[in-house]
């Protein structure tokens, strides 16, 4: 079992950064793809950002391809989205997510349902 916790959410101005964190207890992180999601209210989760296992490939839809920058630590078990030139619409519940199944070696992931664990979020408002 793995435990996923979310930390660095906030208020911050149009234009401003935040960087989240993702850190993780139970089990070693080291050689799952993990991904950051958003969920504003009355929307479906959104799909923000995938890494593989090693962070050597990353993978950003377009709405926040050059904007959002998501790492990872694997000796310290912790997994970073740096966001930067925010925007109103950026507003939602921010989760990250590991997948633990199998995975083709160098793969990231992109959809809900291809996750296994999940962090409880983490807050972001971007005032306008």
């Known amino acids: 079992q793995v435990q996923l916790v979310e930390s660095g959410g906030g208020l911050v101005q149009a234009g401003g950064s935040l960087r989240l964190s993702c850190g993780a207890s139970?089990?070693?992180?080291?050689?799952?793809?993990m991904g950051w999601f958003r969920q504003a209210p009355g929307k479906e989760r959104e799909f923000v950002a995938a890494i593989n296992w090693s962070g050597g490939r990353t993978y950003y839809p377009d709405s926040v391809k050059g904007r959002f920058t998501i790492s990872r630590d694997n000796a310290k078990n912790t997994v970073f989205l740096q966001m930067i030139r925010l925007k109103h619409e950026d507003t939602a519940v921010y989760y990250c997510a590991a997948r633990a199944r199998t995975s083709l070696s160098g793969s990231y992931y992109s959809r809900v349902d291809e996750y296994d664990y999940w962090g409880q979020g983490t807050q972001v408002t971007v005032s306008s």
């Open positions: 139970g089990r070693t992180l080291r050689n799952y793809p």
